[in-house]
């Protein structure tokens, strides 16, 4: 069956590409190996609809986060949570800002930034300043149930889940792909599974994106009532951030050395986990970590240790559970941690384009090549 | 699986400079106690410019290790109380431990016993050694005698403090030029444990660190200026008192010596007075305006 476009993954970025299309009329159909949609980094994430408050190392990132910030908002707002306090914080040591610097990025960037007393939040000594910042959170599961109830809408787009591509190759102008019982023809190719990006490279014979992968843990907390509508991120450097997790009421606590359990420099995955995951999880086939029997133990008791190291005692939050995901990183964003999204078309006749971004609210970059 | 271990999170902050083979050796029987005594715990070692293996033969160790080691890797050599100061900044335990040098004179128990002593309601546990060098004897005379803290300083081996205190001292001072008086002037309660041993030196610097101690956290400066300025008034008064004698017995030609002599010691004085008022205002001016008061080039986090 002929389609004019083949979609790879059912993160945001394949359901947005999918109802972009599907909507101009064309025949879409996404493949997704997980189950469901939104299982991986889309859901398993902080849920940061970013401001650009992230990047005081680069500001090209920080304005176009600004930018895309807006319409964001204006697209999805059903699905964010906006009415909580987002506190930066500068760490008195070991950052690679201070207070002075951010508040001159931040003005700079032209994003909001208003003095608070660290003392307010924080332990004595630990930060040496704190800002209001408007910044908010998305909640996955309400985004999913928005795009799958548009995508019903849309006859031409079909999603099939637990399906994995077993082969692609090119065939003429078109691409066909083998997964399962299935085997579909298209033009236009779109890799949009995030960490897998190099997996599809790989079978193609195409070159890698120079990543790493870190295999990170974020933790689902509980919190008193004093930290109900406060999200805490503290900058920049080995840190921390308790922020409320979309609209569940929870809130997620990441910290930067303590998150990534492990780090694989090969061009596509390679873990030692892959060896217990009882043949779901290899190098070039990576399975879902967070569904995985092989994830490693949580790092709750440093994070949390971390995190209480700097809020002052009557800031509470409980662990409720950890969620694990596979997270590229470009390897040339380490020294001014810059996250630009890669959108790189690798192939042509037949298409294929790959896209790579850790941030959702840039996903409007994918509009350009999708007008192909 | 249900374990006996100490629920409460420790780090041990670690001061390396080239301390070769003994560095993992340390690290060794550091952690053997740990394990056996603590769920969780975490290992910052301060690699103060090492120039030899041990940061290499540090690494290789830690790579096989469950609980992360954290290094600080410092721009520069500065020595051990910034260094310090930045393993403190970065140890995340509820309870840190102090280990200014790898030298183990004592039985590594007594990392645990201090624990216990610390759960008995002290913030502060110095383990010390039953014999020291002369000149830290005559330092910590020094200091006891002129300080108004309630406890008395000495030599120690190693220190456990606790988050509380960590907070009480830097809410009165974010830079802390000597740890040790900063805990004792902290109002927390100290304790001392007592190991039979001699601790060997820590090197140079020293004598600049006990004249800043003693001008920070004691008030000897004070009173060697007020002791030149009551000499000063003393032989002002004793001048006065001559020049009137001279005055009555009529030989005014005299005075003139006299005024020469007077000048002469109060210029003495004064330059003296001045001396020290110099050392305060140089001590206030590196607490107040060097906010960065150590460089840190990297942090390196290693674990299996």
């Not at chain 1, 023809?185 to 599809?200: H, K, M, Q, R, S």
């Not at chain 2, 002129?146 to 988050?163: E, I, K, M």
């Not at chain 2, 010596?257 to 004085?269: C, Q």
């Not at chain 2, 205002?281 to 590196?286: E, G, N, Y």
């Amino acid at each position: 069956m002929p389609y004019d476009k083949i979609i790879l993954g059912a993160g945001l970025y394949g359901l947005y590409a999918a109802q972009k299309c599907g909507a101009a009329g064309q025949r879409v159909l996404v493949l997704e190996r997980d189950p469901g949609p939104f299982m991986r980094a889309t859901y398993i994430n902080q849920a940061r609809v970013h401001m650009g408050y992230h990047y005081p190392r680069s500001y090209s990132t920080a304005i176009k986060s600004a930018h895309y910030f807006q319409r964001f908002c204006r697209d999805y707002g059903f699905c964010l949570h906006t009415q909580f306090d987002q506190i930066y914080a500068t760490s008195a040591h070991f950052s690679w800002t201070n207070a002075a610097e951010f508040r001159h990025f931040c003005r700079a960037a032209g994003i909001r930034c208003d003095d608070v007393s660290p003392s307010r939040y924080f332990n004595p000594g630990m930060c040496d300043g704190a800002f209001l910042t408007t910044e908010y959170t998305y909640d996955a599961q309400v985004l999913k149930n928005w795009f799958l109830t548009e995508l019903t809408k849309l006859p031409g787009v079909e999603i099939l889940y637990s399906h994995r591509p077993d082969k692609i190759e090119a065939v003429g102008d078109v691409w066909r792909v083998t997964a399962g019982e299935i085997t579909a023809e298209a033009p236009f190719l779109l890799n949009a599974t995030y960490a897998g990006v190099n997996d599809i490279h790989a079978m193609l014979g195409l070159p890698s994106f120079q990543i790493k992968y870190e295999k990170c843990e974020m933790i689902l907390c509980e919190v008193d009532e004093r930290l109900k509508n406060v999200g805490i991120t503290v900058m920049d450097g080995p840190f921390f951030s308790l922020m409320p997790f979309g609209q569940t009421g929870l809130h997620s606590l990441t910290s930067v050395t303590f998150t990534p359990h492990e780090t694989s420099y090969d061009p596509v995955a390679t873990f030692p986990c892959q060896q217990q995951s009882e043949g779901r999880c290899a190098p070039g086939n990576l399975f879902n970590c967070n569904e995985c029997p092989a994830k490693p133990a949580s790092a709750w008791p440093y994070m949390s240790q971390l995190a209480r190291k700097y809020l002052k005692e009557e800031y509470r939050f409980r662990y409720k559970r950890s969620m694990f995901s596979m997270k590229p990183i470009l390897k040339a964003s380490e020294i001014d941690d810059s996250r630009p999204t890669v959108v790189r078309v690798m192939h042509r006749n037949p298409t294929l384009v790959s896209v790579l971004s850790g941030k959702i609210n840039t996903v409007y970059d994918l509009d350009e090549v999708l007008q192909q | 699986m249900i374990t006996n271990k100490e629920k409460n999170f420790v780090s041990a902050v670690v001061y390396l400079h080239n301390d070769g083979g003994r560095a993992v050796e340390f690290f060794r029987r550091v952690t053997a106690v740990l394990d056996q005594h603590f769920d969780q715990y975490e290992l910052v070692a301060v690699d103060d410019a090492c120039t030899d293996n041990t940061v290499d033969s540090l690494r290789s160790w830690a790579a096989g290790q469950a609980k992360p080691l954290t290094v600080l890797h410092m721009s520069l050599y500065q020595g051990l109380e910034p260094c310090m100061n930045a393993g403190l900044d970065a140890a995340i335990g509820d309870y840190v431990y102090e280990f200014d040098s790898t030298a183990m004179p004592y039985q590594p128990e007594l990392i645990f016993e201090a624990y216990q002593t610390a759960l008995r309601g002290n913030d502060i546990i110095s383990v010390c050694p039953t014999h020291t060098s002369g000149s830290s004897r005559l330092f910590y005379r020094v200091f006891n005698a002129n300080s108004h803290s309630a406890y008395q300083l000495r030599t120690d081996a190693f220190r456990l403090v606790t988050r509380r205190a960590i907070n009480r001292v830097h809410a009165s001072s974010e830079n802390l030029p000597y740890r040790k008086a900063a805990y004792a002037a902290s109002g927390l309660k100290m304790a001392d444990l007592e190991f039979e041993g001699r601790m060997g030196d820590k090197g140079t610097g020293r004598l600049a660190l006990a004249a800043d101690s003693l001008a920070l956290y004691t008030d000897a400066g004070y009173k060697v200026s007020a002791g030149v300025a009551i000499v000063m008034m003393v032989l002002a008064l004793i001048e006065l008192a001559y020049t009137l004698v001279i005055f009555c017995a009529g030989h005014p030609i005299e005075g003139w010596t006299t005024m020469m002599f007077v000048l002469t010691l109060g210029f003495a004085g004064v330059f003296a007075v001045l001396t020290i008022v110099v050392k305060y205002l140089s001590l206030l001016v590196d607490l107040t305006f060097k906010k960065q008061k150590y460089l840190v080039e990297s942090i390196e986090k290693i674990q299996k």
